[in-house]
């Protein structure tokens, strides 16, 4: 086993990372979130920046920390905030990988009171929020751009269909619903998938584990490209 990133692969490079779930807001006192930790996020900037890479986490709400004081953190809380960092970090970076799990929608209406419970049922309209990852592949030059697939059935199917709709370089897809692998654990199953469409299986492991071996993969896809 290896227990350490192949140090120094990544050195010269700066890799952004998106970690998290996303808060989108009903009122003062409640919001829309999902179950993501941040956990696989924060490992893999550690994972990129033990490998020698400059790191800027965006990071949503999580409780998790970060043991490299190197890593350039940076807090947001809605999907529009993750939307407007992302965009702000993205044309001086080289790797990008995009593992928050971002909210698709948010409450269309935002009250700036707390709503008081009422006889009968409440609704609240929502709307769709704008999906960071794909609007990053329409605009991508260098960029080495990685995606993450969350899916419950027919994962390879979905996350395939994923890499090619966003233009991505590589999508890493997690089947949220196997034991030992998705939100909160310690640890992860998941497949990585390039552009040839070859998939890399990374078996159960620790999300340290697992994320040097996606950073191990995406340095080995941009040496064959050339980068
Ligand atoms: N993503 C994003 N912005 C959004 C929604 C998703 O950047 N508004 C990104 C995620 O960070 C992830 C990838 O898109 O890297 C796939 O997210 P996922 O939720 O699995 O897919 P969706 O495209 O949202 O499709 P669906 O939830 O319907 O399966
Ligand atoms: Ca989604």
């Known amino acids: 086993v290896n ?26 006192v409640r919001f829309f979130t999902n179950r993501s930790t941040g956990k696989m996020g924060f490992s893999l ?18 409780g998790e920390k970060l043991s ?17 960092k992302m965009h702000q970090h993205f ?3 080289d790797i990008v990988i995009k593992a928050a799990a971002v909210a698709d ?33 329409e605009i991508k ?36 619903a196997a034991v030992g692998a998705g939100f909160g654990g310690d640890t992860n199953i998941a497949t990585y998938i390039n552009k040839n469409l070859k998939p890399d299986e990374i078996t159960l492991a620790t999300k340290i584990e697992v994320a040097r071996k996606i950073i191990r993969f995406i340095d080995r896809d941009m040496k064959d490209e050339g980068q």
Not at 146 to 160: I, K, L, R, S
């Open 3 to 28: 227990h350490q990133a192949d140090k120094g692969v990544l050195a010269g490079k700066k890799v952004l990372i998106s970690a998290g779930p996303t808060q989108e807001t009903i009122d003062p």
């Open 45 to 62: 900037a550690e994972a990129a920046a033990e490998a020698g890479a400059e790191v800027t986490l965006v990071a949503g709400p999580s």
């Open 68 to 84: 490299n004081r190197l890593i350039n953190r940076i807090d947001v809380l809605t999907a529009e905030e993750m939307y407007e």
């Open 91 to 93: 044309p001086s970076h």
């Open 105 to 137: 929608y948010r409450p269309k209406h935002v009250y700036s009171e707390k709503m008081k419970k009422q006889e009968g049922m409440w609704s609240i309209e929502m709307e769709r929020t704008k999906d960071i990852l794909k609007s990053l592949g």
């Open 141 to 176: 030059k260098h960029q080495f751009l990685v995606g993450f697939a969350a899916e419950t059935t027919n994962p390879q199917e979905y996350g395939v269909q994923k890499l090619k709709k966003k233009n991505l370089d590589a999508i890493v897809i997690n089947n949220v």
